[in-house]
Every structure is written in C-alpha cells, then in structure tokens.
C-alpha cells in the first residue's frame, strides 16, 4: 500500500518543481494515450484451494488489464512500508549511447530514482522480484471441469508462445516466473514450458529505460520521455514498467537536466499509480 504521507509529501514537492521550472521546461505528457495501448499483467492472488494457473483475467481500470497465471509477489504482510528499491535495467532493443549520452541519461534517472525512493514507500516484495507470465499467452486451453485435480491448470501450450513484453521491450526470461503445461487433467505429470526466471533481488520496481527515436517522439517535440506500466502485483501496484527517453533529447544540444529529471520522476509516479 503507498503511504499516504508519502504521497502528501510527493505532491507539495512537485508543486515546488514546477512552479519553480521556466514554463518552456514542461513536457507533454502522452500517459494516458500510451498506457491504453498496454495490457497489463497482474500477478495471480494465489488460493490455497486452486491450482496456481488460474487464466480468470482481472480487470484493474480497463478491458486491457489482464490476470496471470502464475505465481503472487506476495508483500511483507506484517512490515510496515519501506522506501520502494527501484532497480533499473536498461534493454538489448536500446539505441547504443555515446558515452556522453550515457552519461547524462544516467546522472539524471539515478537522481530522479533517488527522489522516487525518498518519497514513495510499498510494502516490500518478499525474495527475488519474478514478473508474470501472461496465461493468454501462453496457454491453448485450460481444465475446466471443477473435479479434476488440474482445475484451473493449463492444459495445452500455445505453440505460437514466444516471449512477454512491455510496450517495444522484451522482458528477460531472468525476469519471468516459469509456467508448466498438464497434458492429462487428472496426472500429476507436467511439462516445464518455462523454466523459473532468477528474479531480482532487493527489488519492488523494476524499470525498464528504454533509449530510442521512436514514431511518438517524432511526432511530438515536445515529448522528452513516455512510459507506462505492464506488470502489477496481486494487489494492483505497478511492479514493471518501461521508461522510453526520446534519444534526439540526449544530444548536447538537446539536453536539460533538470527537465530530464523533472520528467523521469513524472513518469515514475505515473507507473507507480499516483498521478
């Protein structure tokens, strides 16, 4: 749960950013218009009386939220909210930086993190951070005879199954919970589709920063970055999501720090579900 404290203190602080900031500073935002595009995966709540693949989609805030199958990055029930640890992974389909490039865009997300972290707290997520996999995927057909033992379990793999993603991203396999296959719908027996991911450790957010032109960033100039969020835990909060960072914005030219810090922490809250 976000503390609400928090939050207050997030909101007089962006208050402060922007009245602070010369008006030719703002960026559009594009939120809304990108997250529509998105189905969201949301970690299944796991029953102690049903088998863990459970397909039943359940909806967050439109028809393009999406249940998974598998596994619930269970928070820390009994501990009260911490700093949310926001890990940032930068991936393959990334334009290659200059080291100045690179150099800027990290000085102003380990910045923008910084603020994120001192102001947003979350329950805990309990060992390794592993996303979901999306049963709609992955999955032909489940067992739907209630008398079965494999109730609710996938029964039948979508050959045409391939990977996750997130907007232009493709979610690392070390990232995935894995996800099994029950030929029969009484046999104990399984096929391993998916191996178990590693996760990541000391983990409640796990960013995407996704570097490249894209058709969004041509046609709005004054867009520096967009985001949203493809992953929630079983209780809503965003636990994945990419940031792209417009890459003409990063030439020295181009380039406002503190804008560019101003719009990461924008769209962190944004995939924190705050804003």
């Given at each position: 749960m976000t503390s609400l404290p928090a939050l207050r203190l997030w909101v007089g602080t962006l208050v402060v950013m922007l009245v602070a900031e010369p008006p030719g500073a703002l960026q559009k935002c594009i939120f809304d218009e990108v997250q529509a595009q998105v189905r969201v995966v949301r970690a299944a709540r796991i029953n102690p009386h049903s088998p863990p693949d459970e397909p039943t989609p359940a909806p967050l805030t439109g028809p393009r939220h999406?249940?998974?199958?598998?596994?619930?990055?269970?928070?820390?029930?009994?501990?009260?909210?911490?700093?949310?640890r926001i890990h940032t992974w930068i991936p393959r389909e990334s334009d290659h930086l200059s080291d100045a490039e690179k150099g800027r865009l990290e000085a102003a997300v380990e910045e923008a993190v910084r603020v994120v972290?001192?102001?947003?707290?979350?329950?805990?997520?309990?060992?390794?951070?592993?996303?979901?996999?999306?049963?709609?995927?992955?999955?032909?057909?489940?067992?739907?005879?209630?008398?079965t033992s494999n109730y609710n379990r996938c029964g039948r793999a979508n050959n045409n199954y391939r990977n996750e993603t997130c907007l232009d991203v493709t979610i690392p396999d070390q990232h995935l919970s894995g996800c099994d296959i029950y030929p029969?719908?009484?046999?104990?027996?399984?096929?391993?589709?998916?191996?178990?991911?590693?996760?990541?450790?000391?983990?409640?957010?796990?960013?995407?920063?996704?570097?490249?032109?894209?058709?969004?960033?041509?046609?709005?100039?004054?867009?520096?970055?967009?985001?949203?969020h493809c992953q929630t835990d079983t209780q809503g909060r965003p636990v994945a999501g990419v940031v792209v960072i417009c890459r003409?914005?990063?030439s020295e030219a181009a380039y406002n720090h503190q804008a560019t810090v101003q719009t990461v922490i924008h769209e962190l809250f944004h995939r924190s579900g705050l804003l």
């Open positions: 999406q249940r998974s199958s598998l596994g619930e990055m269970t928070p820390s029930a009994p501990a009260s909210p911490q700093p949310i972290s001192s102001l947003l707290s979350v329950n805990r997520v309990v060992g390794p951070l592993l996303l979901s996999r999306d049963v709609n995927k992955y999955c032909k057909f489940v067992w739907s005879n209630s008398r029969e719908p009484d046999s104990p027996l399984r096929t391993v589709l998916r191996p178990e991911g590693a996760g990541l450790p000391d983990t409640d957010f796990l960013l995407y920063l996704h570097t490249q032109s894209t058709d969004k960033c041509r046609a709005e100039p004054s867009v520096l970055a967009y985001a949203a003409d914005r990063l």
